[in-house]
Every structure is written in structure tokens, then in C-alpha cells.
């Protein structure tokens, strides 16, 4: 069965340092990958999307690599500050029905 | 433009009753999603409309979870005797996603939380 894996325990780093997420999937091949941002009593909000074809997409402090043979994506955060801390959502799409979510990775940025 | 909207933003009830969930989708979305998140975990996808039907309906968990969007616009989540295995925060989103395919970037509601005592 398809199975989706993010860092299960919180990622504390320190204000202005990078935080690195990981997403891994197994018995999946999708169309695009996504990552979203929830932060509590919300819906999460999407951030970024990468296609199969692409190794990396950035939107300002925000950097996502895409590698298909290991099937793995990893989520950067450049000089991340306080307001980024939340949980992080990675979600393969088919391109065809919906979206299947990990469990998420929280982020905890410490002034 | 307002984002998607769910009502009610909570919702107590007793096992064994019936409980309907709304959303307003934004306008023009065509494409309209219900998911299910317990503490801890992602999303948990129920059902996916395209227009006014159900595209895709596999993630409900049984009989007692129907949904409905009969103008392709506001959906109705509905679940029958509920049970308190059934408690959880139940999310909505839409997309300008088309049937053929393509690009699924989703917005999410603010969720409802769902009680059963």
C-alpha cells in the first residue's frame, strides 16, 4: 500500500539557520508533489508544488527538491524566523483525483 | 474574494445522532474535497466532487458517511449515527482542478470539529 513518511518529531532549529523537512514515499508515482502549511485550528495552506520532471522549485525563502529514483522530497526554509514555526504537510498528487497527505513535520523556530 | 468557508466551526454531539457539516467552496472552484484529520496525523481524504458529482468517494469509511453538492457549489457532509470513533476535525477544500486532470493546488477551509460524547 502507498505510505508517505515526514519526520515524526519536531524539528527545533534556531532563528536565522535553515530548516531541512523530509518527505519519503514508497508504492506511489506522482504526478506532482506538494507542500502545505497548518499551523493549529487551521486548514493547511498551500505553499509549493513541484512536477516529476523538475529536481527543485524555490518561492523566496522557500526551496523544494523532487528526486523520483528515491523517492524523496525535501522542503528547505532559508534564514527561517519565529512566524514559520507550524506543522509541514507534503502530499503526493496522481494528477488525477485527489491528494494523499504524511503525517506532517513540526517546526519550531526559536528566537 | 472569501476562502472557503465551513459551518459550524464546532459541533457536539451524542452517539447515535445525525449530523450535517457545510462548505462553501470558493467561486468557480469546480472541485470540491472532504477530508477527515484526527490529532497528530495529515489530512485523510473522504470524497472529491467534480461539479455536481462524486468523482471519487473511496476514502469514506462506511455507510453512515454520505456527501452531496447538488448545484457544484455548497457541499453537505452527513454522517448517521455517529459514533465516538467518528470525532475528529472534518476539512473541506476546493480547487480549480478540471476531471481531465492537472494541477491541484487546494485551498482549505478553517475545518469543523466534530465531537461525539
Known amino acids: 500500500s502507498q505510505k508517505i513518511e515526514q519526520n515524526s518529531e519536531a524539528l527545533n532549529i534556531q532563528e536565522g539557520k535553515t530548516a531541512t523537512l523530509t518527505c519519503n514515499y514508497t508504492n506511489y508515482s506522482p504526478a506532482y508533489l506538494q507542500w502545505y502549511r497548518q499551523d493549529p485550528g487551521r486548514g493547511p495552506v498551500f505553499l509549493l508544488l513541484i512536477r516529476e520532471n523538475e529536481k527543485e522549485k524555490r518561492k523566496e525563502r522557500l526551496k523544494v527538491t523532487f528526486d523520483t529514483t528515491l523517492k524523496q522530497s525535501l522542503f528547505h526554509i532559508t534564514a527561517s524566523q519565529p512566524a514559520d514555526s507550524a506543522t509541514y504537510l507534503c502530499?503526493?498528487?496522481?494528477?488525477?483525483?485527489?491528494?494523499?497527505f504524511g503525517k506532517g513535520t513540526m517546526l519550531l523556530v526559536s528566537p | 474574494g472569501a476562502g472557503v468557508s465551513q459551518t459550524p466551526s464546532n459541533k457536539v454531539t451524542e452517539k447515535g445522532k445525525y449530523v450535517e457539516l457545510r462548505c462553501d467552496p470558493i467561486?468557480?472552484?469546480?472541485?470540491l474535497y472532504w477530508y477527515r484529520q484526527s490529532l497528530g496525523q495529515g489530512p485523510e481524504f473522504l470524497i472529491y466532487f467534480q461539479g455536481t458529482g462524486a468523482a471519487d468517494d473511496s476514502g469514506l469509511p462506511n455507510d453512515r458517511f454520505f456527501a452531496v453538492r447538488p448545484e457544484g457549489s455548497v457541499s453537505t457532509l452527513k454522517i448517521q449515527r455517529t459514533e465516538r470513533g467518528d470525532s475528529a476535525v472534518y476539512l473541506c477544500?476546493?480547487?480549480?482542478?478540471?476531471?481531465?486532470?492537472?494541477?491541484?493546488?487546494?485551498?482549505f477551509g478553517p475545518g469543523t470539529r466534530l465531537t461525539v460524547l
Open positions: 502530499a503526493l498528487d496522481s494528477g488525477y483525483s485527489t491528494l494523499t
Open positions: 477544500a476546493s480547487s480549480l482542478k478540471l476531471a481531465g486532470g492537472g494541477v491541484n493546488e487546494q485551498f
Open positions: 467561486s468557480g472552484h469546480t472541485a
